[in-house]
């Protein structure tokens, strides 16, 4: 299995100010129709996880601007320019290029 | 509007079987995979497996391969995620999502308890 390792665990951050989430691969999400499959999932208490981010930069309908994903091959990054409250919740990225499909841990992103 | 919608919330004991589904609506539902992901108390997603309801061509993670059984009706456009006999270890939040993920259900809470 694609084993994908994000960092940090948890990210305490102040309203306003810049968040960034690392995820990396064991293996290259190239498929060989050229396109990588790396998605960017929020999930808020309570609720079902609802994408981001597809295919490492493209903004799902709805998303903030201050939402961007970014990356090639094996290490990919979103980020969250500025802060709200409502970012509260854990991210997880996840790869759809090799079966089986797989998450990251996630990433909890918390207000200081 | 493309909707996945899931059955209600379980409570079993441990050696039943249980059925939950996952009925879709306002897309073509033979046409786009359907995956099931599992959320232990607390934890992570887990993607479980996926089934395509065009020809039901079913992949399943290694980690569940053989402790579930996905399937679908496409005639009533609804998936399928079964165990045959459950354990406190199933105890868990169930989603499933139509390929890709932009679209996910509600969840199913299944809670396994003697």
């Known amino acids: 299995d694609v084993v994908m390792t994000q960092s940090p665990l948890s990210l305490p951050v102040t309203l306003g100010q810049p968040a960034s989430i690392s995820c990396r691969s064991s293996?290259?999400?190239?498929?060989?129709?050229?396109?990588?499959?790396l998605n960017w999932f929020q999930q808020r208490p309570g609720q079902s996880p609802r994408r981001l981010i597809y295919?490492?930069?493209n903004r799902d309908s709805g998303v903030p601007d201050r939402f961007s994903g970014s990356g090639s091959g094996t290490d990919f990054t979103l980020k969250i320019s500025r802060v709200e409250a409502e970012d509260v919740g854990v991210y997880y990225c996840?790869?759809?290029?090799?079966?089986?499909?797989?998450f990251g841990g996630g990433t909890k992103v918390e207000i200081k | 509007e493309v909707q996945l919608v899931q059955s209600g919330a379980e409570v079993k004991k441990p050696g039943e079987s249980l059925k939950i589904s996952c009925k879709g609506s306002?897309?073509?539902?033979?046409?786009?995979?359907i995956g099931w992901v599992r959320q232990m108390p607390g934890k992570g997603l887990e993607w479980m497996g996926i089934?395509?309801?065009?020809?039901?061509?079913?992949r399943y993670s290694p980690s569940f391969q053989g402790q579930v059984t996905i399937s679908a009706d496409k005639s009533i456009s609804t998936a399928y995620l079964q165990w045959s006999s459950l354990k406190a270890s199933d105890t868990a939040m169930y989603y499933c999502?139509?390929?890709?993920?932009?679209?996910w259900g509600q969840g199913t809470l299944v809670t396994v308890s003697s």
């Open positions: 295919k490492v930069s």
């Open positions: 306002g897309y073509s539902f033979t046409s786009y995979w």
């Open positions: 293996q290259s999400l190239v498929y060989s129709d050229g396109n990588t499959y």
């Open positions: 999502a139509r390929e890709g993920g932009l679209c």
């Open positions: 089934i395509y309801p065009g020809d039901s061509d079913t």
């Open positions: 996840m790869q759809g290029t090799h079966f089986p499909l797989t």
